[in-house]
Each structure stands twice: as C-alpha cells, then as structure tokens.
C-alpha cells in the first residue's frame, strides 16, 4: 500500500543503563513525535498509526496524548508491542499508554508483567500463549521480543490469520473456555489488520515456535 513510514531513532534516550531516565524520557519523544507528525499531516492525525516495543509502545501512548484536541483523541492508531511494564504496571492511565489515548489501541502481551506490562489496556489486547511463555523462546528477553516478529508474520504471510478469541483468564483458557468466536462480532486477528476484524477486551490464540508462528 502507498505508505509513508517514519522511523523515530531515540536511541540517544533509551540506551541508558538508568532505566527510569528512559522510562521518563518517553514522554519528551511522544510529544516531538506528535508535534512532527501535526506538521508533517497538516493536522491530520487520524491517518497516522505509531508502533513502538516496549518503551516504544509507551512512547506511542505519550504521542497519543499529546496529540489530544478538546479532551478527545486525535491520532488514529497505537499498537504497543509488549509494552513496558516496569514503572508503568499499574499505574495512572495518564501516565502510561491507554485506550483514551487514539482512536484506535491494540496490543500484544508475551511478557506479561515481567518485561511488559501485561494489563487490558488497550480497545483490543491480544495475550498469545496466555501472554507468557512464548514457543520457541527460553528466556524472557525473547518472549519480550518475539511480539515484533509476530507482526512482521501478520504483514508478510497472508496464510496466517492470526485469529484470536475472547478470554476472561488465563483459567479460562486452560479449561477450555477460550476456544471459540463469532467471526461477526467477537473474533479477532492479532497483528497489523487487528483493526479489521469486531473482536475488543482481552483476546487469547497460540501460536507455534517457528515462522510464520500461526497456529491457524
């Protein structure tokens, strides 16, 4: 599709062994990112959509609400990539990425309140394999990471749909309970064209250990 893709490199801000300075340094970016992308449109925010991993998806949270007009949300799309946990888990939705913050918010939880911060946060949350432990993953650094490669999959595999189904819990899940979805109005479809599909809350699915990683 004819897309314009902007890559923010705040690698200066976030390659610090002092992780508060670059949790709160998120919020300086968002707000840059926001005022380049009011120039760059015009003010049209609701055709941007602002990806980030981990301190990045918490970044796009901070773009979201900078880019507030008149207390309602202006930029069009977040998906936060394992979002941040530490320093955000639990906190004030002003202080962390939130629904309230664009039109349109999904995420996806494979490290769930170690590394990410594994809370229903967005209009849709997708939680693969429970949001923990990741196939093909040993440690929590990859479970962490392996959400990117989830995407890339959902953009370069057509094959995979990705389809995920309402969960209440992880208990739900292990008893069976998470295994089915109307494909009107509560399926979802983790990854890039989550916004196609009715599915909202909280969305479990498995996936396998290697590439393409879908299940079905």
């Not at 069009?76 to 946990?85: C, H, M, Q």
């Not at 995407?151 to 389809?163: G, H």
């Amino acid at each position: 599709k004819d897309y314009n893709i902007i890559v923010v490199d705040w690698s200066t801000g976030a390659a610090t062994l002092n992780y508060p300075l670059a949790a709160s340094n998120t919020r300086v970016v968002g707000a840059c990112t926001a005022h380049l992308a009011e120039v760059i449109s015009g003010g049209n925010l609701a055709s941007h959509h602002c990806m980030g991993h981990s301190l990045g998806g918490q970044t796009c949270g901070y773009m979201g609400k900078a880019a507030h007009g008149g207390g309602s949300p202006r930029l069009g799309r977040v998906t936060g990539l394992d979002p941040a946990g530490p320093l955000f888990l639990g906190n004030d939705p002003r202080v962390r990425l939130d629904k309230t913050d664009t039109l349109f918010m999904d995420n996806i939880h494979t490290n769930a309140k170690v590394l990410g911060v594994g809370d229903e946060v967005g209009h849709v949350d997708f939680f693969p394999n429970k949001g923990m432990r990741q196939p093909g993953c040993s440690d929590g650094i990859c479970d962490h990471g392996i959400c990117r490669d989830f995407v890339i999959a959902s953009l370069t595999a057509p094959s995979c749909s990705f389809t995920a189904r309402p969960c209440d819990s992880a208990e739900d899940a292990d008893n069976g309970l998470c295994e089915d979805c109307n494909p009107s109005t509560t399926c979802g479809k983790m990854g890039y064209y989550a916004d196609t599909m009715p599915g909202r809350g909280k969305m479990f699915l498995r996936t396998v250990a290697e590439f393409p990683y879908c299940e079905d």
